[in-house]
């Protein structure tokens, strides 16, 4: 059976608002998984017996990398208030 209603457009328009809302925060919360696997496997490169010995370029730029993505997720998630 299918049930047919009518709502206004000014639930309509709430109920985008609310689905932006959530596909920021998920954006945010992407953001900041993505940034902490990053850094964290930038730091264990070396123990998991992966990368070369020693501290490379290359882990150093997956860890700034890492923690700006973890910076710009919080900002994006929890900082920055949306009109």
């Known amino acids: 059976m299918l049930w047919v209603t009518s709502e206004s457009s000014e639930g309509a328009r709430q109920r985008e608002g609310e689905g932006e809302h959530m596909s920021q925060k998920q954006l945010a919360y992407g953001l900041i998984v993505v940034g902490v ?9 070396d123990v998991i017996g ?7 370029i ?3 730029v997956g860890l700034i990398l890492g923690i700006v993505l973890v910076g710009v997720g919080v900002y994006r998630g929890f900082v920055r208030q949306s009109p």
Not at 37 to 45: G, Q, Y
Not at 50 to 56: H, Y
């Open 37 to 45: 696997v990053l850094a964290l496997a930038s730091l264990l490169v």
């Open 50 to 56: 992966v990368g070369t010995e020693g501290f490379g």
């Open 58 to 60: 290359a882990q150093i």
